[in-house]
């Protein structure tokens, strides 16, 4: 098996968000992440938590894993609660801040635990929202470009307002997330909490799970190729999306957290290179130097035609954009099996 370049790890994609956000002081401060043992989650907590920042990493663990922080568990500044946070709960610390990224994301696990979902983006969010309200806390919620369904404006500006099917297969989350994002703002109206919404496209990167219902397109065709199993290709694959580096969408995260004039704002994070599902199968299979197969299968319902996000808010409002292209990306991960 034949692997390209690798440029990037983990500590290297750490300290680069460091660099980016102007190396900020993090001591002092109390992180609260619902929903830190998951992909990015975890990504958060490490950073957060090298920058001398104190985190309560919350999770049920329904879809994080416990051994994605092994390493953090030593350390005196991080503390896991295993809680699901769609049930209330109470902190006797001081919180200042809180990312309440809880939820279930990939759309094989739509189907199969479409009331946990909605639990977790409406009851989880308004717990989430009591808890920054009690503690005086700024909070982050974790949106999606799914608010915006099967979108019919290219790049997708914040201000488009969607064009969801609330009876399909994804309306459990595509609607509870949009519900998430109304109750940001009715707490903000009704009780002034410091609220921000980040509306994330597709993001990938080490850590990400490439397994049964847990599995997203990069990771599995990534484990499919190494492996020499066909790769599954679903419809033709021109249905496109545009792929978010891990270490650029924690900067984008941070910052949209960090800035004074996102209260109550929806802020688009993702990278603005559209690419097409077949493509991104040929670059994977040559970037791991693949002899699969492409095996095409059925397009699963309401599967998105294009997804592509008109960032330029981002880039005014948070002097943010993505940096890392595709290509290392996708190296990064090869690395890491
Ligand atoms: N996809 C695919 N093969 C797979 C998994 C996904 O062709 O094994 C396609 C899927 O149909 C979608 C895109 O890749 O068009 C991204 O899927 P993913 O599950 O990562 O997230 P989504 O963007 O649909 O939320």
């Not at 809180?98 to 189907?111: I, N």
Request: some cysteine.
């Amino acid at each position: 098996m034949l692997v390209k370049t690798v440029t990037l790890d983990l500590s290297e994609g750490l300290e680069g968000i460091h660099r980016n956000l102007g190396n900020p002081d993090y001591h002092g401060s109390r992180f609260l992440v619902t929903g830190g043992a998951g992909f990015l989650g975890t990504w958060l907590c490490s950073f957060l938590v090298n920058q001398g920042a104190d985190v309560l990493c919350l999770d049920n663990l329904s879809s994080g894993l416990r051994e994605n922080f092994s390493r953090l568990e030593k350390n005196p500044r991080f503390s896991f609660i295993l809680h699901d946070i769609s049930e209330p709960i109470h902190f006797r610390q001081n919180i200042d801040y809180v990312f309440h990224l809880a939820s279930r994301a990939s759309p094989l696990e739509f189907d199969k635990f479409p009331l946990e979902i909605i639990r977790a983006n409406t009851l989880g969010t308004m717990h989430a929202l009591d808890i920054a309200t009690e503690h005086g806390a700024r909070l982050l919620f974790t949106s999606t470009s799914e608010v915006y369904g099967n979108a019919g404006i290219f790049p997708t500006p914040e201000t488009y307002l969607g064009n969801v099917h609330t009876l399909g297969i994804r309306g459990c989350y595509d609607e509870s997330k949009r519900m998430g994002e109304a109750l940001c703002l009715a707490y903000l109206r009704e009780k002034g909490t410091d609220v921000r919404i980040a509306r994330i496209f597709n993001t990938y990167g080490p850590l990400m799970r490439a397994d049964g219902v847990y599995g997203r397109v990069i990771p599995r065709f990534i484990s499919q190729a190494l492996n020499g199993e066909p790769m599954t290709i679903f419809g033709d694959g021109s249905q496109t999306r545009s792929f978010c580096y891990v270490t650029d969408q924690v900067e984008g995260l941070l910052r949209l957290l960090y800035s004074d004039s996102a209260k109550g704002e929806a802020v688009n994070i993702g990278n603005d290179k559209e690419l097409a599902i077949l493509s991104l199968a040929e670059l994977i299979r040559s970037a791991t130097g693949s002899s699969s197969e492409f095996n095409f299968e059925p397009l699963p319902e309401d599967d998105p035609v294009r997804r592509w996000p008109d960032i330029s808010k981002a880039m005014r409002l948070l002097q943010w954009r993505p940096k890392v292209n595709i290509e290392t990306g996708i190296a990064s991960m090869i690395q890491k099996g």
